[in-house]
């Protein structure tokens, strides 16, 4: 499965030393959405990091979770209303005809109108609030969304490659649970969207890193720290160009240390772009995969609930290469250094590695500077008196989502034994790839339980899962699924046999708090 063995299957849990229980959140279908031709953006990225986890065999490990398409009124939670009916109602071939709306909107060459826009948002942005459910029903100790992350949205325009605020989204989502949120962002870019968004309560403290100067956005500047009562609860790092693994890690860990001693957060939000890796095609930072993931773990080790998200990163090789091995991190396994056979291999050549070192580049943060950066922000921290809390007021609805019905195992004909000799000379294109149902389609998908050592009945959780569409035939399944180690000798189907049910999750029952409500719920109206 490429776990390293050597290097032992756990990472620091911090002094719990419990595993966490991880929710992953991915749709197939993300891969497919283009910006357009030349566009530096490619959620195709989301796919090869997917396939390194999958053929790592992370999965293995999480809850694997299919977002639930957001509604309409649940983006207007936070954007306006006029915003959201035009990305509902734009499209390639009608965009001519609403040229104002664009330019009001700030759609056009960094956000352009593609096919399938308003799915695309619905899909990423349903990905993270489904992750802030997970935390909030305590159903996960950290979730992730690889698709998410786009923090440059704002309430009433695109910005930066980014078309709604899923962070925006899914903070306001945990505050319904959570009196304090800390979002981190450690992408290139400054996270302008989500700063804006808090930038008057206390409720949610926002750190972010990033290269200021003459740099997209061009804001976040050492003096940007929040006003009236979100005043203190903003905290910007500015850097230069070329910042190295060490100079980050001396930044980064102390000022966190810190911000989690005064704030006290009840969740975290982690924001990973990844075009602060050393090579990225729009980045100057020069990190490694471990240096950027060394973020993660840290944060990992404080046993607070904690949701992962993607965000830049336009070396899509080296994307793919740090969410993946970020996943480790998360759910607490180290991996082999050397790359699985995957889909996507030969975009990983010539050294076919997990990881990507720095490059030779200068450093142009000097050892000076950064201590000035990171003693300012300790002064600024210590400016806060007291933990915020919240009066009693009555909480906004959950977002909710509704179980489909599972399928009738009785009515299922059962399938012949058999086992992985009797099929080991099938072609690979006879082979079936495991993938995922559409929740809008049957809806319901089979779990397969299987074990290397004994016959695992319905219900019970060790053995390995793998989710298989009800199309493929279960006499095809064999050494795909993570078996070369392992011993596969009878499956069948039936309530009580080795066969379960499960189904997606797809939301019927939407959050009807206003945006006055969620204001409120944020300090912004008292």
Same mark, same amino acid.
């Given at each position: 499965?490429? *776990?390293?063995? !050597?290097?032992?299957?756990?990472?620091?849990?911090?002094?719990?030393?419990?595993?966490?229980?991880?929710?992953?959140?991915?749709?197939?279908?993300?891969?497919?959405?283009?910006?357009?031709?030349?566009?530096?953006?490619?959620?195709?990225?989301?796919?090869?990091?997917?396939?390194?986890?999958?053929?790592?065999?992370?999965?293995?490990?999480?809850?694997?979770?299919?977002?639930?398409?957001?509604?309409?009124?649940?983006?207007?939670?936070?954007?306006?209303?006029?915003?959201?009916?035009?990305?509902?109602?734009?499209?390639?071939?009608?965009?001519?005809?609403?040229?104002?709306?664009?330019?009001?909107?700030?759609?056009?060459?960094?956000?352009?109108?593609?096919?399938?826009?308003?799915?695309?948002?619905?899909?990423?942005?349903?990905?993270?609030?489904?992750?802030?459910?997970?935390?909030?029903?305590?159903?996960?100790?950290?979730?992730?969304?690889?698709?998410?992350? *786009?923090?440059?949205?704002?309430?009433?325009?695109?910005?930066?490659?980014?078309?709604?605020?899923?962070?925006?989204?899914?903070?306001?989502? *945990?505050?319904?649970?959570?009196?304090?949120?800390?979002?981190?962002?450690?992408?290139?870019?400054?996270?302008?969207?989500?700063? !804006?968004?808090?930038?008057?309560?206390?409720?949610?403290?926002?750190?972010?890193?990033?290269?200021?100067?003459?740099?997209?956005?061009?804001?976040?500047?050492?003096?940007?720290?929040?006003?009236?009562?979100?005043?203190?609860? $903003?905290?910007?790092?500015?850097?230069?160009?070329?910042?190295?693994?060490?100079?980050?890690?001396?930044?980064?860990?102390?000022?966190?240390?810190?911000?989690?001693?005064?704030?006290?957060?009840?969740?975290?939000?982690?924001?990973?772009?990844?075009?602060?890796?050393?090579?990225?095609?729009?980045?100057?930072?020069?990190?490694?995969?471990?240096?950027?993931?060394?973020?993660?773990?840290?944060?990992?080790?404080?046993?607070?609930?904690?949701?992962?998200?993607?965000?830049?990163?336009?070396?899509?090789?080296?994307?793919?290469?740090?969410?993946?091995?970020?996943?480790?991190?998360?759910?607490?396994? !180290?991996?082999?250094?050397?790359?699985?056979?995957?889909?996507?291999?030969?975009?990983?050549?010539?050294?076919?590695?997990?990881?990507?070192?720095?490059?030779?580049?200068?450093?142009?943060?000097?050892?000076?500077?950064?201590?000035?950066?990171?003693?300012?922000?300790? !002064?600024?921290?210590?400016?806060?008196?007291?933990?915020?809390?919240?009066?009693?007021?009555?909480?906004?609805?959950?977002?909710?989502?509704?179980?489909?019905?599972?399928?009738?195992?009785?009515?299922?004909?059962?399938?012949?034994?058999?086992?992985?000799?009797?099929?080991?000379?099938?072609?690979?294109?006879?082979?079936?790839?495991?993938?995922?149902?559409?929740?809008?389609?049957?809806?319901?998908?089979?779990?397969?339980?299987?074990?290397?050592?004994?016959?695992?009945? $319905?219900?019970?959780?060790?053995?390995?899962?793998?989710?298989?569409?009800?199309?493929?035939?279960?006499?095809?399944?064999?050494?795909?699924?993570?078996?070369?180690?392992?011993?596969?000798?009878?499956?069948?189907?039936?309530?009580?046999?080795?066969?379960?049910?499960?189904?997606?999750?797809?939301?019927?029952?939407?959050?009807?708090?206003?945006?006055?409500?969620?204001?409120?719920?944020?300090?912004?109206?008292?």
């Amino acid at each position: 499965m490429g *776990l390293d063995d !050597e290097s032992g299957s756990s990472l620091p849990s911090g002094t719990d030393a419990k595993k966490r229980k991880v929710s992953y959140f991915y749709d197939s279908e993300i891969g497919n959405y283009y910006y357009s031709q030349g566009h530096p953006m490619k959620p195709h990225r989301i796919r090869m990091a997917h396939n390194l986890v999958l053929n790592y065999g992370l999965l293995e490990c999480m809850e694997v979770c299919k977002p639930n398409l957001l509604e309409s009124n649940e983006f207007r939670v936070f954007h306006a209303d006029d915003y959201i009916s035009f990305l509902q109602s734009v499209t390639p071939e009608t965009q001519h005809e609403q040229l104002r709306q664009l330019k009001r909107f700030n759609v056009g060459e960094d956000c352009p109108v593609f096919d399938g826009l308003y799915s695309f948002c619905q899909t990423y942005a349903g990905g993270s609030v489904g992750a802030a459910v997970k935390l909030n029903n305590k159903e996960s100790d950290i979730s992730i969304n690889w698709s998410g992350g *786009l923090h440059h949205a704002k309430k009433c325009e695109a910005s930066g490659f980014c078309y709604v605020n899923d962070i925006v989204l899914a903070i306001l989502e *945990l505050l319904k649970w959570h009196q304090r949120v800390l979002y981190i962002d450690i992408d290139i870019h400054h996270g302008d969207g989500v700063e !804006e968004a808090f930038y008057t309560t206390d409720r949610v403290m926002t750190v972010s890193f990033h290269k200021f100067g003459d740099y997209f956005p061009g804001t976040g500047h050492l003096k940007d720290v929040g006003y009236g009562k979100g005043k203190c609860y $903003s905290l910007n790092v500015p850097l230069n160009d070329g910042i190295d693994d060490e100079s980050y890690k001396n930044l980064f860990r102390p000022i966190i240390q810190k911000v989690m001693e005064v704030y006290q957060p009840e969740a975290v939000v982690l924001q990973c772009g990844a075009d602060s890796l050393s090579g990225d095609r729009l980045g100057c930072f020069n990190l490694s995969v471990k240096g950027h993931a060394d973020c993660v773990r840290f944060l990992r080790s404080f046993n607070v609930p904690l949701m992962l998200l993607g965000g830049g990163g336009y070396t899509i090789r080296n994307v793919a290469r740090c969410w993946c091995y970020e996943t480790a991190v998360a759910v607490g396994v !180290e991996l082999q250094d050397k790359l699985p056979i995957n889909e996507y291999y030969e975009y990983f050549g010539p050294d076919y590695t997990l990881h990507v070192g720095p490059s030779n580049m200068e450093n142009q943060n000097s050892a000076k500077e950064l201590a000035k950066i990171r003693n300012t922000l300790l !002064e600024q921290l210590k400016r806060i008196q007291h933990v915020p809390s919240v009066p009693f007021q009555e909480r906004p609805p959950d977002t909710k989502f509704a179980e489909e019905e599972e399928e009738d195992l009785e009515k299922r004909t059962k399938s012949n034994k058999w086992d992985a000799e009797s099929h080991s000379s099938e072609s690979e294109d006879q082979k079936p790839q495991i993938h995922y149902t559409d929740a809008s389609e049957k809806g319901v998908v089979r779990r397969l339980v299987c074990s290397p050592t004994k016959q695992i009945k $319905s219900g019970e959780e060790n053995g390995i899962g793998v989710m298989i569409p009800d199309h493929v035939p279960l006499h095809k399944i064999h050494n795909q699924l993570y078996s070369e180690n392992h011993s596969w000798t009878e499956l069948k189907t039936g309530p009580e046999e080795f066969l379960r049910v499960t189904s997606w999750s797809k939301s019927v029952v939407s959050s009807q708090n206003s945006l006055a409500q969620n204001l409120t719920l944020c300090g912004h109206l008292k």
